[in-house]
């Protein structure tokens, strides 16, 4: 059915599907909302300072 070096291009297509299926994943369930948590915590404490310094 296949011959041996497409066999070896098929498991590298598989493997770099499922890379990238798994970082997807780990991208869009940690460090995405690990990131936009992050930044909106950094504004708040930024916006607190500025009312803090207009005192």
């Known amino acids: 059915m296949f011959e041996f070096d ?3 291009g098929f ?3 598989l493997t770099i599907l499922t ?3 798994w ?3 780990f991208l869009l369930t940690f460090v995405v909302p690990y990131w936009i948590f ?3 915590i ?3 404490k930024e916006i607190r300072a500025e009312k803090k310094a207009k005192r």
Do not use: P
């Open 6 to 8: 497409q066999y070896l």
């Open 11 to 13: 498991l590298a297509f």
């Open 19 to 21: 890379i990238g299926f």
């Open 23 to 25: 970082l997807m994943i």
């Open 38 to 40: 992050g930044s909106s």
């Open 42 to 44: 950094e504004r708040l």
